[in-house]
Antibody, heavy 118, light 107 residues
Framework: VQVVQSGAEMKKPGESLKISCKGS????????IAWVRQMPGKGLEWMGS????????RYSPSFQGQVTISADKSITTAYLQWKSLKASDTALYYC????????????WGQGTLVTVSS | DIQMTQSPSSLSASVGDRVSITCRAS??????LAWFQQKPGTAPKPLIF???SLQRGVPSRFSGRRSGADFTLTITSLQPEDLATYYC?????????FGEGTRLEIK
């Protein structure tokens, strides 16, 4: 099982961004994938999860409307997207796959650093 | 939302010590609790799942226990490589929530 994220991004405020998380070595459709934010020097915050099999998406109230989570089963990839970035979106973003029958976070990607600065 | 209250926020101990970190859930989560270790500059590493089951490859000096709504991660015989921040996380229901973390320092 592997979960591999896209590389670091440097963006300006107001720009859009889509980062990715590719799963391999397992049945992509049947495991939840979550996105977790870690701001500099801070703890872990769950942003939302997607079940690629039926595109069931659950968002944290803190992130609902701020980001969009999606997945493309044909290329076993999940996405986290912003329409208009803010400096406060600067953070490390992790994706993590569940262990199967639950919504836990069992296999983590390496993280994608997003820096938003003018 | 289920709140996870983790304590202490930081801890300093010597090599060979036994240390414990606690999380209290604001409502029932059964055994749906995981512990993670995060070393500087790396992704969180799962240590424990289902409150007390050790992930494959995790040293046996790590253990987890549940007592009602209280969950404890214990490290017996602390090693230098255990320097890290530790997080609990409930996966009983959405929204998934984490404890605020415990920074473990080695004296």
């Amino acid at each position: 099982v592997q979960v591999v994220q896209s590389g670091a991004e440097m963006k300006k405020p107001g720009e859009s961004l889509k980062i990715s998380c590719k799963g391999s070595g397992y049945s992509f459709s049947t495991y939840w994938i979550a996105w977790v934010r870690q701001m500099p020097g801070k703890g872990l915050e769950w942003m939302g999860s997607i079940y690629p099999g039926d595109s069931n998406i659950r968002y944290s109230p803190s992130f609902q409307g701020q980001v969009t989570i999606s997945a493309d089963k044909s290329i076993t990839t999940a996405y986290l997207q912003w329409k208009s970035l803010k400096a406060s979106d600067t953070a490390l973003y992790y994706c993590a796959r569940s262990s199967g029958s639950s919504i836990d976070l069992n296999n983590w990607g390496q993280g994608t650093l997003v820096t938003v600065s003018s | 939302d289920i709140q996870m209250t983790q304590s202490p926020s930081s801890l300093s101990a010597s090599v060979g010590d036994r240390v414990s970190i606690t999380c209290r859930a604001s409502q029932g989560i059964s055994n749906n609790l995981a512990w993670f270790q995060q070393k500087p500059g790396t992704a969180p590493k799962p240590l424990i799942f289902a409150a007390s089951s050790l992930q494959r490859g995790v040293p046996s000096r790590f253990s987890g226990r549940r007592s009602g709504a209280d969950f404890t991660l214990t490290i017996t015989s602390l090693q230098p490589e255990d320097l890290a921040t530790y997080y609990c996380q409930q996966y009983y229901s959405f929204p998934i929530t984490f404890g605020e973390g415990t920074r473990l320092e080695i004296k």
